[in-house]
């Protein structure tokens, strides 16, 4: 079953900071957050692991809540660049192919000037 | 970095046609490569899990004799959208996994792939 991810949408002006929420209904085992600009691949921000939490850059950081089955993505002093629509995908816990992601619907995240 | 080339990168083919699109690992190898379906603002649906010497698994709802897959060798798995039709116009992505365990996922480009 697909994540779901909140907001659907955000728009921000430049410095400002913004969340995106990611929740399951499955236990997980891993969260993986990517950001994709319009044509263009995925592109891997960080993979949030059961049990640990992983840094992927400075400004951009996550947080992973096995018990809640939700991870949380958090950008900080926001950049035209971080413009994109960013998706979560999930693997669940016990599943035999650790890459074999889900992902949700995305949230498209616009900086202004 | 892991880089994934995915070719061609936009096609045009007639109805009833045959379209083949590779996805290579350029820098490493990889066991197990999955290819998706996108449709416009829309998330990346799973179509099927493509490994190396077996067969592909196929998500539910997607027609296998349809969307045959191949996967080779170690760094190329081929998609061919057989017998295309107006309603398999999409947008189709593949990533591959690096060995070891907790790699993340390295995307190829894209094909924008249009049946007339």
């Known amino acids: 079953q697909q994540p779901v991810q909140s907001p659907q949408a955000v728009i921000l002006r430049e410095g400002e900071d913004a969340v995106i929420n990611c929740s399951s209904s499955?236990?997980?085992?891993?969260v993986h957050w990517y950001r994709q600009k319009h044509g263009e691949a995925p592109v891997f921000l960080m993979i949030?692991?059961?049990?640990?939490e992983q840094k992927g850059h400075e400004k951009i950081s996550a947080s992973f809540n096995e018990k809640k089955q939700q991870s949380s993505l958090y950008l900080t002093a926001s950049q035209l660049s971080y413009s994109g629509t960013y998706f979560c995908?999930?693997?669940?816990?016990?599943?035999?192919?650790?890459?074999?992601?889900?992902f949700g619907q995305g949230t498209i995240l616009t900086v202004h000037p | 970095g892991a880089v994934v080339s995915q070719h061609p990168s936009r096609v045009i083919c007639k109805s009833g046609t045959s379209v083949k699109i590779e996805c290579r690992s350029l820098?490493?190898?990889?066991?197990?490569m999955f290819w998706y379906r996108q449709f416009p603002k829309k998330s990346l649906m799973l179509m099927a899990t493509?490994?190396?010497?077996?067969?592909?698994?196929?998500e539910q709802g997607v027609e296998k004799d349809k969307f045959l897959i191949n996967h080779a060798s170690l760094t190329l798995s081929t998609l061919t959208v057989t017998s295309a039709h107006p309603e398999d116009s999409s947008f189709y992505i593949c990533?591959?996994?690096?060995?070891?365990?907790?790699?993340?996922?390295?995307f190829g480009n894209g094909t924008r792939l249009t049946v007339t």
């Open positions: 990533s591959a996994l690096p060995t070891g365990r907790n790699s993340p996922l390295h």
């Open positions: 499955k236990a997980l085992y891993s």
């Open positions: 949030l692991l059961k049990g640990g």
């Open positions: 995908g999930t693997a669940n816990a016990g599943g035999t192919s650790y890459g074999k992601l889900t």
């Open positions: 820098d490493f190898q990889a066991t197990t």
């Open positions: 493509s490994n190396e010497g077996s067969k592909a698994t196929y």
